[in-house]
């Protein structure tokens, strides 16, 4: 199993441009959800869902989007990057019912110029 | 906002000593649980311990859970090297876990 797939790695991008990262699962986890890291505030949730077609809002989901098509993917989009979005974004994923632990994806690092 | 916080901040000890790890939380829990995230790297799951349970061990962590005065400890023994890294607390529903800020061990050789 690779377990949490994230892509991509590093990106950097441009104030006002938009993109996507990927977050992929292949452990059958019906909750997923994104996480920024930021120095000195630790990890703060943007946005999960806890399955296909369901999702909903953390406590940081202004600038992003999220859609769940299928249970594996969960990508995470942001719609007009801002300089305030500049940070690592982590991609977690875990069965739900009884609390468990989260799987987490390495990190995608996101520079906005 | 941050429903656990750790203390300290920063710990530096020598291999082989004990590290101790302290964790507060502001309102009534289900369950804790303890992530480590090596430097560039996403957070693992070290252990969770439930709102009925006291102490649990795994390996070389022992977390501890007093519910009265909403907080729990990760004691580390006999550290190494390779324990250098953030450990974070973590707290709250399901759905919407929150973490604390982190503890940045470094165990010098």
């Known amino acids: 199993n690779a377990g949490v797939t994230q892509t991509p790695k590093f990106q950097v991008l441009k104030t006002g441009q938009s993109m996507t990262l990927q977050c992929a699962q292949d452990?059958?986890?019906?909750?997923m959800s994104w996480y920024r890291q930021d120095p000195g505030m630790g990890l703060r949730l943007i946005h999960y869902?806890?399955?296909?077609?369901?999702?909903d809002q953390g406590e940081v989901p202004n600038g992003y989007n999220v859609s769940r098509s299928t249970t594996e993917d969960f990508p995470l989009r942001l719609l007009s990057a801002a300089p305030s979005q500049t940070s690592v974004y982590f991609c977690?994923?875990?069965?739900?019912?009884?609390?468990?632990?989260?799987?987490f994806g390495e990190g995608s690092r996101l520079t906005v110029l | 906002s941050q429903q656990g916080e750790e203390d300290p901040q920063a710990l530096s000890i020598q291999e082989g000593e004990n590290a101790t790890m302290n964790c507060s939380y502001k309102?009534?829990?289900?369950?804790l649980q303890w992530y480590r995230q090596n430097s560039g790297r996403g957070l693992v799951h070290l252990i969770l311990?439930?709102?009925?349970?006291r102490e649990k061990h795994s390996g070389r962590l022992r977390v501890t859970l007093d519910t009265s005065k909403k907080s729990s400890s990760l004691l580390i023994t006999a550290s190494r090297a390779a324990d250098t890294a953030s450990y974070f607390c973590?707290?709250?529903?399901?759905?919407?876990?929150?973490f604390g800020k982190g503890i940045t061990l470094s165990v010098r050789p």
């Open positions: 973590a707290t709250g529903p399901n759905s919407k876990l929150t």
């Open positions: 311990i439930r709102s009925n349970e």
């Open positions: 869902s806890v399955g296909a077609g369901i999702t």
């Open positions: 977690a994923s875990r069965f739900t019912g009884q609390a468990g632990e989260l799987f």
């Open positions: 309102t009534s829990i289900n369950n």
């Open positions: 452990m059958n986890h019906e909750y």
